[in-house]
Each structure stands twice: as structure tokens, then as C-alpha cells.
């Protein structure tokens, strides 16, 4: 089976339940492509660290997993975790491949209008911690172009 393709220039598809499914499909398609990227590790005015993993498809990323370095597990959408102390970037390395292989994608959709995309959230345990976006007609994943450059930052290739 091919690989679920990155979406080219939005276009605008007809909304129905049938695209909902096959974007849940597309993303469940592409789970087992993705890799974690290097670990973004940003520091604050005050020495306080963050941690955050990019889910990695095709050279793109694809949305960030904000990362616990005090209890080495995923921290929920929405809540990340400021740390105070040393990061062990093989040990976060080493356990974003874990935490990677236990991501789920839900059997749900959200429609982002102004984007013209639909949403697929990921979970972990019972966190959602990701959010994959796909095309309105549920064929296509869409990169975060902006995070993407973030990781390309860190690392010349990923």
C-alpha cells in the first residue's frame, strides 16, 4: 500500500462522514511511517526547560508531543511541562520511540473550517497529545510547515 501523500494547495472538497472516516483511515494508514524528531528543548528567562518531540512523516513534521522529562511520559495537548533540571537527550530519544509505538489515532474528526482540513486527534494512554491534520477529502496529510523548519533548524535532514 502507498503511503498516505502530503497535501499540495488547499482545495476545497465537500464535507461528509465518509471524508471524516477516510482522514481517521489516512492517519491510522500513516502511524506506523512516522518517527519522533530530535527532542526541542527550549529554555526560559530562568533557567526553566521544556521538552517537546516532533512526529516526523516523509522530511515534515506533522505536530509536536510535549514531553516530561521528570516522569519520562507525554504531558496532554494543550498542558506543556516546564522542568527544572538536566535533560538526558538519549534517554528522551530513546523513550519518544517507545512512547511513539503506543500512539493511537482516535475514530474521530474535528473540521477546521478556515483551514479547510480535517483533524485526527493522537492519543497516549488517555492523554490526547497530538493532532494530525488532513485534507477535506481525507486523502492527504498536512505538514506543520512552521514546525517543521523549527526541527530543520536542529538537525540539517529529517
Known amino acids: 500500500m502507498d503511503p498516505p501523500p502530503i497535501r499540495g494547495p488547499p482545495i476545497r472538497s465537500p464535507i461528509s462522514k465518509e471524508s471524516a472516516i477516510r ?72 523513550r519518544a520511540n517507545e512512547i511513539l509505538e503506543e500512539l493511537r489515532a482516535l475514530d474521530a474528526a474535528e473540521y477546521r473550517e478556515p483551514e479547510r482540513c480535517w483533524v485526527v486527534p493522537l492519543a497516549w494512554g488517555p492523554y490526547l497529545v497530538a493532532h494530525i491534520k488532513v485534507s477535506s477529502d481525507g486523502r492527504e496529510l498536512i505538514p506543520d510547515y512552521g514546525l517543521t523548519e523549527e526541527v530543520r533548524r536542529y538537525v540539517s535532514s529529517i
Do not use: C, N, W
Request: aromatic share 6%; hydrophobic share 40%; net charge negative.
Open 23 to 94: 482522514a481517521v483511515e489516512t492517519v491510522k494508514s500513516a502511524l506506523p511511517l512516522l518517527s519522533m524528531g530530535p527532542p526541542i528543548v527550549g529554555r526560559g528567562p530562568a533557567g526553566e526547560t521544556h521538552v517537546d518531540l516532533p512526529i516526523i512523516y516523509q522530511g515534515y513534521a506533522l505536530d509536536r508531543v510535549h514531553f516530561d522529562p521528570s516522569t519520562m511520559e507525554p504531558s496532554p495537548k494543550g498542558r506543556p511541562v516546564i522542568f527544572s533540571g538536566s535533560i538526558d537527550r538519549e534517554a528522551i530519544v530513546k
